[in-house]
C-alpha cells in the first residue's frame, strides 16, 4: 500500500518436502477496487517475518469481487495469480515462511488492510509492520488461501 504498515501471513510447509505456490485468494478492506498488488516473500525469525527472500511486484489479478463491508470498507475478495515461488521445506521439521501482499486500491488512497479473523486459525496470526513487525493480536489471521503444489 501507500504507507510504511504492512501485514504478512505465515505458510508452513511439511517436513521433507515443498510447496511451489502459484495463487492467492485474500480479503483485503479497501473501497475503489483494487488496482496493483505486489508480493513479498520472507523467511521466519522466531514467528515473525524475518529476511526478504523474494518479491513480485504487479501480480496478475484475475478476479476481485466486493463480497460485503464493515468499517466503512469494501471488503474485497482479490484472486492472483503470481509466478511460481519455490518454499523449500526442510528434513525432518515443518518450515514456516511469511507472505505480505503491497495492495493498492484503485483511489490510490493508501487506506488498504488484509482483513484478519478470529474464526479460524492457520498456523502464526497475522503479523504487522509498524517500524517492526509484531503479532498485534495472538487470535487474529489473515483471511487468504495458499494455492499451489
Known sequence: SASAFMTANDVTVAADTDFTLSNITASIFANGGIASVDVNYYDDAAGLPGTLIGSEAGVTI??????????????????MTVTPFVFSGQAGTPTTYWIELSVTDGGGTGSVFWVVTSSTMEGHPSAQFDAGWTIPDPLMDGVYIWEGT
Do not use: A, H, L, Y
Open 62 to 79: 484475475d478476479n476481485q469481487t466486493v463480497i460485503g463491508s464493515n468499517f466503512g470498507f469494501d471488503v474485497n475478495e482479490v484472486e
